[in-house]
């Protein structure tokens, strides 16, 4: 995908208008998934909080929506993108020195600072760790605010596994890793990631749990946290439709009365599972 320069177009927020970013780094998480470390070209889009997405231009292709995966303190962003398709495949061949377009910030974020005083328990499965990474460095670096910190990763194989390093070097008080299908060089757990909350250490009672993957992975672990004592309202799912305009307007990231986009994608599971376990929707 060649370069486009718009070094001269000036942020349009609030419009349809993508704002050019320049990709400044780049790095492969799994075979088919890499991380794109970017900044502005010019005036940069408002603050994103961890949670939120943008909407990602691959110019000649269009736009996907993408949950930022790093708010670095230095500036800039950092998107996490897996190729599934024309768009997101030419965003994961995107190189150093690329210019990419976003729009946003969009939707609802974790609200992490709603938790403080509290244990936090964080579930990721796959590529659900993106949006996730966020909140977690958040939590790390300010330990003094919140309780115990439990981390549970699990993805399909070892090769899916994002963060590999970074995820052994967080502080918690307590990070599982699991797959479903381990390789003959696997050494760790085995099994759905619902499995590791037995292991973590928490409170139900003063405890928020943030989760993001595979919609059947949410729904199993909002239940296992709920039936273990915590609260619908305490338990934060990010969902995922199919999102077009991000502006509310389209309708296509339409789930029952929410629009994703606009009312999401981080909602209480007191208002998800509702929805999740209408067949209609």
């Known amino acids: 995908m060649t370069a486009v320069p718009m070094t001269a177009v000036p942020a349009a927020h609030g419009t349809s208008v993508p704002v050019p970013y320049r990709v400044v780094a780049r790095w492969e998480e799994t075979p088919d998934t890499a991380t794109l470390r970017i900044e502005p070209v010019g005036e940069p889009l408002p ?3 961890p ?4 909407m990602v231009w691959a110019f000649g292709r269009g736009e996907i929506p993408l949950s930022v995966s790093a708010i ?3 500036g800039g962003l950092a998107h996490t993108v897996r190729s599934v398709g024309a768009v ?6 995107a190189e150093v020195g690329q210019v990419i377009g976003l729009r946003g910030p969009y939707g609802t974020g974790w609200e992490l600072e709603k938790a403080v005083g509290q244990d936090l328990v964080v579930v990721a499965g796959g590529i659900g760790l993106a949006p996730l990474r966020p909140l977690i460095r958040d939590a790390v670096a300010d330990p003094g ?6 981390v549970l990763v699990g993805a399909r194989t070892p090769a899916d596994l994002m963060a590999k390093i970074e995820t052994r070097q967080w502080r918690t008080a307590y990070t599982g890793v699991t797959v479903d299908r381990p390789d003959d060089r696997w050494k760790g757990q085995i099994g759905v990631v619902t499995k590791l909350l037995d292991r973590a250490r928490f409170d139900p009672h003063n405890a928020t749990a943030f989760v993001c993957g595979p919609e059947p992975m949410i729904r199993a ?3 296992a946290l709920v039936h273990g004592g915590l609260a619908p309202s305490s338990v934060r799912v990010s969902l995922e439709r199919n999102m077009r305009c991000a502006t509310g307007h389209c309708g296509h990231c339409q789930l029952g009365p929410v629009l994703l986009c606009r009312d999401g994608p981080v909602v209480g599971w007191d208002r998800a599972e509702p929805l999740l376990y209408t067949r209609e929707l």
């Not at 949670?51 to 943008?54: D, I, R, V």
């Open 47 to 49: 603050p994103f909080a």
């Open 51 to 54: 949670g939120q997405f943008a």
């Open 72 to 74: 670095p303190t230095t």
């Open 88 to 93: 997101s495949e030419g965003l994961y061949a």
């Open 145 to 150: 605010t919140y309780g115990r910190l439990n």
């Open 221 to 223: 672990t909002a239940r």
